[in-house]
């Protein structure tokens, strides 16, 4: 028997880990659901730092615990887009190379958006919070074919006013 003070562990309702092919260099990137939990909630004290809660390198195996669920009251979804993009190549020519996008949302009972947060797992350079986004929209609800330009996404951190806002475009696949 649970008291009042304690929550629910979180429990794990579906999980993908089947690697997905990279979408195209000038395709619609699309976020493949990966993870979904109930009595679960964002981890707020690693994203808002996250660069203090990255152990090690920096790479995907030591930033994913950043976006894993905590018990809570809400449901978590997870996404990951995988695409293809041009990458820095030290002043020479770009590479083309495949990125990964995590997408985490969190929800109400009936789907409402609570809060969502965006991250190109494949950011290396510090300073990590640089390129977190969290979902400024209201009242959203998850849906199959979301596109993730209607949560309205905004740097956490930025040196520039010019440069808050999520430039790019995906549709989320619950299925």
């Known amino acids: 028997m649970l008291s009042y003070s304690q929550s629910k562990p979180v429990k794990v309702i579906f999980e993908n880990t089947k690697v997905e092919t990279a979408t195209g ?9 990966k993870k979904q939990a109930k009595n679960a909630d964002f981890n707020y004290s690693k994203l808002n730092a996250i660069d203090e809660n990255t152990k090690g390198a920096i790479n995907t195996k030591n930033l994913m615990p950043v976006f ?5 009251a809400f449901n978590y979804y997870q996404f990951l887009a995988t695409f293809k993009g041009k990458a820095y190549n030290g002043g020479e020519a770009a590479t083309i190379k495949d990125f990964h996008d995590i997408l985490i949302i969190k929800t109400d009972q009936s789907n409402k958006i609570i809060d969502a947060y965006q991250y190109t ?10 390129d977190l986004f969290k979902s ?5 609800v998850l849906t199959e074919t979301l596109n993730i330009k209607q949560l309205k996404f905004k740097r956490t951190y930025s040196w520039s006013e010019k440069d ?5 475009n995906g549709i989320i696949k619950l299925k």
Request: charged share 20%; glycine share 2%; hydrophobic share 45%.
């Open 164 to 168: 808050m806002m999520l430039k790019e």
């Open 121 to 130: 797992l494949e950011w290396a350079e510090p300073p990590l919070q640089y």
């Open 25 to 33: 260099l000038t395709a619609t990137p699309v976020y493949v659901l």
């Open 68 to 72: 894993e669920p905590i018990s809570g």
């Open 136 to 140: 400024s929209a209201k009242n959203l």
